[in-house]
């Protein structure tokens, strides 16, 4: 068959070289795409934002089944256009995809469905929001109701800091998502994500991952959109996942079902857990980026078999083989993000680190410039490496990273430090 991935970042390169590699895949066609994953697919300029434009491309190309990447296409409606189409997709409705894109929407689904999270309140204007965190105190958690770009959070370790996110969001800080805010207590414990697929009925838990979101070491520096991941999460073990999927995914998608909004695609459920018990955080509506490198390195082909199966209502059938593995990914940004950085440095020894056994070097912000691969993006490349343990594949990750001549580049160097110390 005829495959078209959406998107163009380190996630859709891990989507199209685990796709590309089951038998099932014919032609892979991925818009737009970036320097790697022209390698494994061929790579169509296309604003994916534009639905009439991608049913068009996918009609002219021949597509049979579409996998979308990012959030914003999904909130927007793309699943639902190429649905109309009559094209087989993967991803959840603009009504599902509400998970993501309302942070209220999310609260009042878990308060339906009993899913355990944080208490909160909603407000349209400063003064209420004010009001209500002086008389909760801190810490307290400050959230624009609506996609922001991962920005959108303010944990507030004190009132004045509670205060001048109420005051920043109302002032149009965060633009439109910021017109309504959710204040939330404040949760602690150890965070960790679980990505599990659904046909809207059936569920199919992928595995745990954990993510880095600050840029520096020891956990230190600007949030981001993530520096590095590794798979399995050691926290998230069997029996903490069979809660999850049954205290917090079941009665979600159940109560998506219930309100006609039926949830087809990946869930990706953000996580606080504190002695033993998980409560949700937020839902993403998409695979995350850079879990989903380390989630694609684990599964490679079958990936495809079971997104077809969301895609056709059939995932109660479906299986996956998990080998006894771990994957790292370490992200190699460019120097100054996630503030202002520079592009076009020429990035060397690719080909050196993808030779090493279990590497492989997931582009997310590449482009070519004649034969050399130069940087283009704030997160450039997720430097990849499978292996029988955690620590073996942290090795290995990091071997690959030294091989990686790019002086304009940063990373963490503590990518699992949770799990490892
Ligand atoms: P979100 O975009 O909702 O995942 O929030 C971004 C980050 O803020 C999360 O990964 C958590 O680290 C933190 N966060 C969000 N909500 C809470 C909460 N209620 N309590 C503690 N931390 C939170
Ligand atoms: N890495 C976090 C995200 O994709 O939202």
Redesign the pocket.
């Known amino acids: 068959m005829n495959i078209l991935i959406l998107g163009s970042g380190g996630r859709e390169h891990a989507l199209a070289w685990a796709i590309g590699q089951n038998p099932k895949c014919d032609r892979l066609i991925c818009a737009p795409g970036n320097a790697g994953i022209a390698e494994v697919a061929d790579c169509l300029p296309l604003d994916i934002m534009d639905a009439d434009a991608v049913v068009a491309l996918a009609r002219a190309e021949a597509v049979d089944f579409v996998v979308i990447g990012p959030e914003a296409p999904l909130a927007a409606g793309l699943a639902d256009a190429l649905r109309g189409a009559g094209i087989l997709t993967f991803g959840p409705s603009a009504a599902a995809a509400q998970l993501e894109s309302s942070k209220s929407f999310t609260k009042e689904v878990c308060d339906a469905s009993g899913a355990p999270t944080a208490a909160w309140a909603r407000f349209e204007s400063a003064a209420p929001a004010l009001a209500h965190v002086r008389k909760q105190g801190a810490p307290i958690v400050i959230k624009a109701d609506g996609l922001a770009a991962?920005k959108g959070v303010v944990v507030a370790m004190t009132l004045a800091e509670a205060e001048a996110a109420v005051e920043e969001m109302f002032a149009g800080g965060f633009g439109e998502a910021g017109a309504s805010v959710v204040i939330e207590d404040f949760m602690d414990g150890e965070e960790a994500s679980l990505f599990v697929l659904t046909d809207g009925r059936d569920v199919l838990a992928l595995a745990g991952a954990q993510?880095h979101k600050r840029a520096y070491d020891g956990d230190e520096g600007p949030n981001t959109?993530?520096m590095g991941a590794y798979s399995p999460a050691p926290v998230l073990d069997d029996a903490l996942v069979e809660q999850c999927l049954n205290t917090i995914i079941r009665p979600t998608i159940a109560e998506m079902a219930r309100r006609g909004a039926p949830f087809q695609g990946v869930l990706f459920a953000g996580l606080m857990i504190k002695n033993g018990v998980a409560r949700l955080i937020e839902y993403?509506v998409r695979f995350?980026?850079?879990?989903c490198q380390v989630l694609m390195a684990r599964l490679g082909g079958q990936i495809l078999d079971v997104l077809l199966a969301c895609a056709e209502g059939a995932l109660g059938q479906a299986q996956l083989n998990w080998a006894d593995d771990h994957a790292v990914t370490v992200v190699m940004a460019a120097r100054g993000y996630p503030g202002a950085y520079r592009k076009g440095e020429v990035i060397g020894g690719l080909d050196s680190a993808n030779a090493l056994p279990g590497v492989q070097v997931f582009h997310a912000g590449t482009a070519r410039d004649g034969n050399k691969v130069v940087a283009s993006g704030g997160r450039v490349l997720n430097v990849t490496a499978r292996a029988d343990s955690l620590q073996a594949a942290r090795d290995r990750a990091y071997e690959a990273v030294a091989l990686i001549d790019w002086p304009g580049g940063f990373y963490r160097s503590d990518i699992c430090h949770r799990a490892l110390g």
């Open positions: 991962g993510d959109g993530g993403n995350g980026d850079p879990e």
